[in-house]
């Protein structure tokens, strides 16, 4: 039955390898995958929040909020993985037109770390939060047809 389903399907009539095996068990159906898409979002936004709270913790407060406030956004991005999946979502980061905008957003969480746990920095950890957040924000835009413009041209207006 499952050649036949097969070869209905366009797919190829021959037995299927180990390989392609595993990638059948393996997919996930599209109410598992947008249960993974919110759970990681939800806890994304979640580290996020908890961050923002941890400002006001004694001491270590901007350290804490660098790192929550990145582990968020990490898994803010990593919950894109559960939609598409992994290596389709990673292939359209890299792709030409949102290339610099993922190398700065990617930048920046590597650099907000670095400042709270090897230079333990707090004002350069603060900092490369902020510039986290616009380079997500860009990047997240380049997802939207001629958002960027738009953008563009309303900060053009309001500069002049």
Do not use: H
């Not at 039955?1 to 009539?13: E, N, T, W, Y």
């Not at 190398?103 to 939060?129: N, P, Q």
Request: hydrophobic share 50%; glycine share 6%.
């Amino acid at each position: 039955m499952d050649k036949l389903k097969r070869v209905l399907s366009g797919r190829d009539a021959e037995e299927p390898s180990g390989l392609a095996e595993v990638i059948d068990a393996t997919t996930l159906g599209w109410g598992t995958r947008v249960k993974g898409f919110v759970a990681c979002f939800a806890i994304g936004c979640l580290c996020s929040l908890l961050g923002s709270c941890l400002l006001w913790v004694p001491k270590k407060r901007l350290i804490l909020f660098a790192v929550f406030y990145t582990l968020g956004n990490i898994a803010s991005i990593g919950s894109t993985f559960f939609l598409m999946g992994p290596m389709k979502q990673l292939k359209r980061m890299f792709e030409p037109t949102r290339l610099i905008a993922t190398i700065v957003m990617l930048l920046c969480l590597i650099l907000t770390l670095c400042s709270a746990f090897w230079w333990r920095k707090e004002g350069l950890a603060l900092l490369f939060c902020i510039f986290q957040f616009f380079a997500l924000a860009w990047y997240s835009i380049s997802f939207i047809p001629f958002a960027r413009d738009a953008v563009k041209k309303c900060v053009s207006v309001c500069l002049s």
